[in-house]
């Protein structure tokens, strides 16, 4: 696991430039008053490690909120000094640039960009370099369509304690903020690969998991959409490539028959008795299709009339719903009938029960079927429409199966043809010693037989692609299914693992919200990791500045008490908001030494930047000032002020 320190901040420009001292490992402070450069400082800070600074972008010329002097300098950068895991680094980020180079302590130049890019997800970006020093696995984070991968500036917002953030936040504002970005699966994802010991497994396995899922159902669509292609161009199922394929030798093997058998024809001589058997044989054929012919025929007939019969009982039908929803909508509108109307008058009459209004006796059910409510109609009106349907849907198959019929019909009627016009050449043949009508039809069975080839070998080109859909999609679900396992496998464990640190970070958190803030009884993180105070109870806003600090501190600590990716580096600026008093916010502060009850008698370091006010912080703090900016001493300074206090 890495760990991350920052040992010099260098600002320079045309106009203005700054260097910061060597900054030493433990807590590090910035002391100053409003408006002369503490924010700047750690949004420099920031920059260089590939965050976003809004005042800074010199690309957005309506940005309401510009830093002027940085804003409007020129030929400006931000240089960082950085140790991981004790190999000195240096960073250098042009103001308004994408490009962060990296210089190690080989001498070697890295050029790398901040932004990735979208068309091309696995380009090398500053995030995958320094994630891979720090031993944190890029993955992908899929969510619906989208997936992209996590960006250290996205691990950041839980290591960066802002001052813009709203207090009643814990994390940071995300760089692109969006209902994605801060979506509670992300904000998850954060969490637990900075403290989880299998999460970064996991994720890494879910995103590959999801990846492939998609490439499956893609594919899966694909060889679906193949499918319904197939079905629309072909008459029948496709067989496999195997059976097509002995179906293409059937064929050109009873080719070379036909060659065979027409060779032998044009040398041998015209036997007439062998023609007058043929066109027995031919006229037998013909019988047996004339009788076919008249059989689909009857068919047709048949069909046609119950087609015609069927299309007047759905008219018949629709007449009928039509004249029901006439008389539903003016029994509804007027009311005009009810069991207790007198037919003659029109009035009511409090009609005894099972006695007519005349007083004779009736069935009581029989005598009110002639009167119906409007929801009896809808019932009624809901069977006449379903018989509509049910005749409808009949009247359908009658047309496919007409369809079928003059098809066949035309099938049938050209072998008549076919076989009437080889009569007649075999009749003309008897007369002749050559055998042209059986040579021609032989010419005409070869034809035949090689566009059928024609149309196997196509077959068997749609049926390979099929095959290979098969294949592919096969091996993806096969790919998918071992993810799967793999994904359950790493959450089994991270889930228990995340369960301890869960159960640790909220003792360590209870005992630092109870030291910074006396009225504190209840802390602890829930299933999404937010901290739960005094159960929810309302509590004034100034106690959202401990319930944040204590927060990112207590992240750090189990980054001391465990081998997890938290890089053992917190930036904390200015945590002095919402009214909060200035002895509660130094009593605050004077915790953040909490750390070094952590560090294993010296043998793990770690490194806090603090900005905050003047003298706002514990007496005992005092050395650890490394800047203070007040009165006429500003962070940034004018090139010629530097020149000169350099004479």
């Given at each position: 696991m890495g760990r991350l320190a920052i040992r010099r901040v260098v600002y320079s420009g045309k106009k203005y430039s700054f260097e910061s001292p060597y900054l030493e490992d433990g807590i590090v402070i910035l002391e100053g008053t409003n408006g002369h450069g503490k924010s700047t400082f750690m949004n420099l800070l920031y920059y260089g490690l590939g965050g976003r600074v809004l005042s800074f972008n010199k690309n957005d010329k309506d940005a309401n909120e510009k830093h002027q002097e940085i804003y409007n300098d020129e030929d400006n950068y931000v240089e960082l000094e950085i140790d991981i895991d004790d190999k000195r680094y240096e960073l250098t980020r042009h103001i308004g640039d994408n490009l962060i180079f990296v210089v190690g302590e080989d001498e070697k130049v890295i050029e790398t960009c901040v932004l990735r890019n979208q068309t091309n997800q696995d380009t090398s970006v500053f995030s995958d370099w320094i994630l891979s020093k720090l031993n944190i696995e890029v993955f992908d984070i899929v969510q619906g369509i989208r997936n992209f991968k996590l960006n250290f500036s996205d691990l950041m917002r839980l290591i960066y304690h802002d001052q813009s953030t709203e207090v009643d936040k814990i994390y940071k504002e995300a760089d692109n903020s969006n209902f994605i970005s801060d979506s509670l699966e992300i904000r998850k994802a954060i969490f637990e690969v900075l403290l989880g010991e299998t999460y970064n497994d996991y994720y890494a396995a879910l995103g590959n998991y999801k990846l492939k899922l998609k490439e499956f159902e893609k594919k899966q669509a694909v060889m679906d959409s193949y499918d319904e292609f197939l079905c629309e161009i072909l008459d029948e199922d496709l067989a496999n490539v195997i059976h097509i394929k002995a179906m293409i030798n059937e064929n050109k093997d009873m080719v070379q028959k036909v060659i065979i058998e027409r060779n032998v024809a044009i040398n041998e001589k015209n036997n007439s008795n062998e023609i007058l058997k043929l066109v027995d044989e031919q006229r037998k054929a013909l019988i047996q299709y004339q009788n076919e012919r008249d059989t689909l025929v009857h068919a047709k007939i048949a069909t046609t009339q119950s087609i015609d019969k069927i299309l007047f009982l759905i008219d018949e039908a629709k007449k009928e719903l039509?004249?029901?929803?006439?008389?539903?909508?003016?029994?509804?509108?007027?009311?005009?009938?009810?069991?207790?109307?007198?037919?003659?008058?029109?009035?009511?009459?409090?009609?005894?029960?099972?006695?007519?209004?005349?007083?004779?006796?009736?069935?009581?059910?029989?005598?009110?079927?002639?009167?119906?409510?409007?929801?009896?109609?809808?019932?009624?009106?809901?069977?006449?429409?379903?018989?509509?349907?049910?005749?409808?849907?009949?009247?359908?198959?009658?047309?496919?199966?007409?369809?079928?019929?003059?098809?066949?019909?035309?099938?049938?009627?050209?072998?008549?043809?076919?076989?009437?016009?080889?009569?007649?050449?075999?009749?003309?043949?008897?007369?002749?010693?050559?055998?042209?009508?059986?040579?021609?039809?032989?010419?005409?069975?070869?034809?035949?037989?090689?566009?059928?080839?024609?149309?196997?070998?196509?077959?068997?080109?749609?049926?390979?692609?099929?095959?290979?859909?098969?294949?592919?999609?096969?091996?993806?679900?096969?790919?998918?299914?071992?993810?799967?396992?793999?994904?359950?496998?790493?959450?089994?464990?991270?889930?228990?693992?995340?369960?301890?640190?869960?159960?640790?970070?909220?003792?360590?958190?209870?005992?630092?919200?109870?030291?910074?803030?006396?009225?504190?009884?209840?802390?602890?993180?829930?299933?999404?990791?937010?901290?739960?105070?005094?159960?929810?109870?309302?509590?004034?806003?100034?106690?959202?500045?401990?319930?944040?600090?204590?927060?990112?501190?207590?992240?750090?600590?189990?980054?001391?008490?465990?081998?997890?990716?938290?890089?053992?580096?917190?930036?904390?600026?200015?945590?002095?908001?919402?009214?909060?008093?200035?002895?509660?916010?130094?009593?605050?502060?004077?915790?953040?030494?909490?750390?070094?009850?952590?560090?294993?008698?010296?043998?793990?370091?770690?490194?806090?930047?603090?900005?905050?006010?003047?003298?706002?912080?514990?007496?005992?703090?005092?050395?650890?000032?490394?800047?203070?900016?007040?009165?006429?001493?500003?962070?940034?300074?004018?090139?010629?002020?530097?020149?000169?206090?350099?004479?």
């Amino acid at each position: 696991m890495g760990r991350l320190a920052i040992r010099r901040v260098v600002y320079s420009g045309k106009k203005y430039s700054f260097e910061s001292p060597y900054l030493e490992d433990g807590i590090v402070i910035l002391e100053g008053t409003n408006g002369h450069g503490k924010s700047t400082f750690m949004n420099l800070l920031y920059y260089g490690l590939g965050g976003r600074v809004l005042s800074f972008n010199k690309n957005d010329k309506d940005a309401n909120e510009k830093h002027q002097e940085i804003y409007n300098d020129e030929d400006n950068y931000v240089e960082l000094e950085i140790d991981i895991d004790d190999k000195r680094y240096e960073l250098t980020r042009h103001i308004g640039d994408n490009l962060i180079f990296v210089v190690g302590e080989d001498e070697k130049v890295i050029e790398t960009c901040v932004l990735r890019n979208q068309t091309n997800q696995d380009t090398s970006v500053f995030s995958d370099w320094i994630l891979s020093k720090l031993n944190i696995e890029v993955f992908d984070i899929v969510q619906g369509i989208r997936n992209f991968k996590l960006n250290f500036s996205d691990l950041m917002r839980l290591i960066y304690h802002d001052q813009s953030t709203e207090v009643d936040k814990i994390y940071k504002e995300a760089d692109n903020s969006n209902f994605i970005s801060d979506s509670l699966e992300i904000r998850k994802a954060i969490f637990e690969v900075l403290l989880g010991e299998t999460y970064n497994d996991y994720y890494a396995a879910l995103g590959n998991y999801k990846l492939k899922l998609k490439e499956f159902e893609k594919k899966q669509a694909v060889m679906d959409s193949y499918d319904e292609f197939l079905c629309e161009i072909l008459d029948e199922d496709l067989a496999n490539v195997i059976h097509i394929k002995a179906m293409i030798n059937e064929n050109k093997d009873m080719v070379q028959k036909v060659i065979i058998e027409r060779n032998v024809a044009i040398n041998e001589k015209n036997n007439s008795n062998e023609i007058l058997k043929l066109v027995d044989e031919q006229r037998k054929a013909l019988i047996q299709y004339q009788n076919e012919r008249d059989t689909l025929v009857h068919a047709k007939i048949a069909t046609t009339q119950s087609i015609d019969k069927i299309l007047f009982l759905i008219d018949e039908a629709k007449k009928e719903l039509q004249e029901i929803e006439k008389i539903r909508f003016v029994n509804k509108k007027l009311r005009l009938f009810t069991p207790n109307t007198c037919p003659y008058c029109l009035r009511e009459v409090e009609r005894e029960k099972s006695k007519c209004i005349c007083g004779n006796d009736i069935d009581e059910d029989q005598y009110e079927k002639f009167f119906y409510t409007d929801h009896e109609y809808l019932d009624i009106l809901k069977v006449k429409k379903k018989a509509v349907l049910s005749l409808s849907n009949l009247l359908e198959k009658k047309n496919a199966r007409m369809t079928n019929i003059v098809s066949d019909i035309l099938e049938v009627d050209n072998k008549l043809q076919i076989i009437k016009n080889y009569i007649s050449e075999l009749t003309h043949d008897i007369a002749s010693d050559y055998n042209s009508a059986h040579i021609r039809q032989l010419d005409s069975r070869e034809r035949a037989l090689s566009a059928k080839i024609i149309e196997l070998q196509r077959a068997e080109e749609l049926a390979q692609k099929r095959e290979n859909l098969v294949i592919e999609v096969t091996k993806l679900r096969n790919q998918v299914e071992g993810l799967k396992i793999k994904v359950d496998s790493y959450l089994s464990a991270a889930k228990e693992d995340m369960l301890n640190k869960k159960n640790s970070f909220s003792d360590i958190y209870l005992e630092l919200m109870k030291l910074a803030d006396e009225h504190c009884y209840s802390a602890y993180i829930g299933d999404d990791y937010m901290p739960n105070i005094n159960f929810r109870e309302y509590r004034e806003r100034s106690a959202s500045v401990p319930k944040r600090l204590m927060y990112f501190l207590t992240m750090l600590i189990e980054s001391l008490k465990n081998e997890v990716n938290f890089p053992r580096f917190l930036m904390i600026d200015t945590p002095n908001k919402e009214g909060i008093d200035k002895e509660n916010l130094i009593k605050n502060i004077a915790l953040l030494s909490k750390a070094d009850e952590f560090t294993k008698n010296g043998n793990l370091s770690y490194q806090i930047i603090l900005t905050t006010g003047i003298d706002t912080y514990p007496e005992e703090y005092k050395n650890y000032v490394f800047l203070t900016l007040e009165n006429d001493k500003y962070l940034l300074k004018e090139r010629a002020e530097c020149e000169n206090a350099h004479k």
